[in-house]
């Protein structure tokens, strides 16, 4: 079967662990070759892969693509202009930038969340967003313009968390609203480039950053109960979503929150 993202290259932030990881191999193994940028090259330990030992672009290269990890901080914008320059010249070019890397600093009601909270959760997941789109944008505007098709894609990874209020994150989800409401805005600015922005909102999954709420009885249980499919998400589900927006199949979508939840948001 032809690969779904031949030729393609991407950028993919907070690669190293959950999420990115599983788009960054996810797109690998279609084709594509992945500049991966996260703060560092290897997995969180906490992380559920089975192989965490192994690092994101050591995989992709041992099954025989093409990567390369550039360490990376989304909150600052020399990292994230450098990690965008470093694509465009070690491949070429930049066609897929996946917006990924994320924080949450735990379970509180504003009257406990800390103002280093929530600067520190909006500058990591809504700035840096912010600063990914704006130095992938303007790197696609560089290339060529194509008469059909799309000249690129920006997928943000936002969450649930920004479409509807989660108990006890206030921080995390004003950032996934401020992303929710950049990938629309950004989706209307640059459709006649033939420019892709979207978001993609999963719901709760077995990653590192979970691994907390799931090692807690009550919390691992509320967790499951409000997630109608019989089981929680996986890095695999989300990462499935990412291949059909980076792919040739979602020409005509753009500006549009998917979600992946397992049913959380239709109740
Ligand atoms: N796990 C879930 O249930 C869930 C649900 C909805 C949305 N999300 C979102 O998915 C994304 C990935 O989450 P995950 O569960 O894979 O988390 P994770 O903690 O397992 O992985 C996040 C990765 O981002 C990296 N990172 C953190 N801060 C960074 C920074 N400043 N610069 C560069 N890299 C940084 C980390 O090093 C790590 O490798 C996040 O945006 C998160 O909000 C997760």
């Known amino acids: ?22 788009i960054a191999l996810a797109f690998a193994r279609e084709g594509a070759a992945v500049l991966c940028a996260d703060l560092t090259k290897s997995a969180r330990p906490e992380g559920y892969e089975p192989d965490v030992a192994l690092d994101t672009d050591d995989l992709i290269m041992r099954g025989g693509g093409s990567a390369e990890f550039v360490a990376t901080d ?7 202009r450098a990690a965008v320059e470093r694509a465009a010249t070690k491949f070429g070019r930049l066609d897929i930038m996946v917006n990924n890397a994320g924080v ?7 009257v406990e969340e800390s103002e280093e909270q929530y ?6 997941n809504a700035k840096g967003v912010w600063l990914g789109c704006k130095f992938a ?3 696609m505007l560089k290339q060529e313009s194509p008469n059909e098709g799309s000249r690129g894609r920006v997928i943000n990874v936002a969450s649930i968390a920004g479409l509807v209020g989660i108990a006890a994150e206030p921080a995390y989800c004003a950032s996934k609203g401020a992303v929710a409401s950049l990938t629309r805005q950004l989706a209307l600015d640059f459709a006649p480039q033939r420019i892709n922005v979207n978001a993609i909102c999963p719901g709760f999954l077995v990653t590192a950053m979970v691994r907390p709420f799931l090692q807690s009885k009550t919390i691992n249980r509320k967790l499951h109960e409000t997630t109608p499919w019989p089981r929680i998400g996986s890095p695999d589900d989300v990462a499935k979503c990412a291949v059909f927006l980076a792919s040739d199949d979602s020409e005509w979508v753009t500006g549009s ?8 948001t239709a109740g």
Request: charged share 20%.
């Open 137 to 139: 944008i303007t790197q």
């Open 104 to 110: 949450i600093t735990g379970l509180q009601t504003i």
């Open 74 to 80: 989304m909150r600052r914008s020399t990292d994230v």
């Open 1 to 22: 079967m032809a690969k779904r993202l031949e030729g393609k290259v991407a950028l993919v932030t907070g690669s190293s662990s959950g999420n990115g990881r599983a």
């Open 257 to 264: 929150m998917i979600v992946v939840d397992g049913g959380y």
């Open 119 to 124: 600067d520190f959760t909006m500058d990591v």
